[in-house]
């Protein structure tokens, strides 16, 4: 049985468990999706998926409840993690705008901007052109980082906006700067989740 845990400190968690539970139901899997808050939830854990919200905060807790270096190790050895929007950032191995006390799992060589989309106000929604999908999907970004660089041929580009990469995958961690957990539309959570298959 697949279990999927969101890590629920902050953010848009019960989207992300909502949308987990329709694409294990699409792949036609037998699973559970957990409200991950604590290191002795991860026991068993088949993918991880670190939410939007405020990579700040997010960062404090993940430290604060002694997630930070159990989910790094678990994605160092090789446990598929999504993380979305703040998630990228949490990822991402270099963070231009971030404050000097947040800690982050550093497994996504890629170089973000955080924030550079600017305030809530500045949210939009547009179609994203997929790697593994001929049908545009509904990118929603809200005060999205945006990623400036991959750091090396590992990281696939997977997601783009125009010709701009605003998703990235590396083997089996995936960055995204947009949520697609605030769609209808699946399809991103089911290409993640097929890698805990």
Not at 65 to 94: F, H, Q, W, Y
Not at 149 to 158: C, G, M
Not at 172 to 189: K, Q, S, Y
């Amino acid at each position: 049985m697949v279990k999927v845990g969101v890590i629920g400190l902050q953010g848009d968690v019960s989207e992300h468990i909502e949308a987990s539970k329709k694409a294990l139901e699409n792949l036609g899997v037998t699973g559970e999706v957990v409200w991950l808050r604590k290191p002795e939830q991860l026991e068993g854990i088949s993918a991880i998926i670190i939410p939007g919200g405020e990579s700040t905060t997010i960062s404090r807790l993940m430290v604060k409840n002694g997630l930070l270096e159990p989910v790094r190790k678990l994605g160092e050895d090789g446990l598929p993690i999504m993380g979305t929007c703040a998630g990228l950032i949490m990822l991402s191995k270099e963070i231009i705008g971030a404050t000097p006390e947040q800690r982050f799992l550093e497994l996504l060589d890629v170089k973000v901007n955080r924030n550079a989309y600017g305030r809530q106000v500045d949210s939009f929604e547009a179609p994203i052109k997929l790697a593994f999908s001929d049908e545009p999907f509904p990118g929603v970004f809200i005060r999205a980082p945006r990623i400036v660089k991959l750091l090396n041929d590992k990281v696939k580009p997977i997601a783009w906006l125009g010709d701009r990469v605003v998703g990235v995958e590396a083997g089996n961690i995936i960055g995204l700067e947009f949520h697609p957990e605030l769609t209808e539309d699946t399809r991103v959570h089911e290409y993640f989740l097929e890698k805990a298959l």
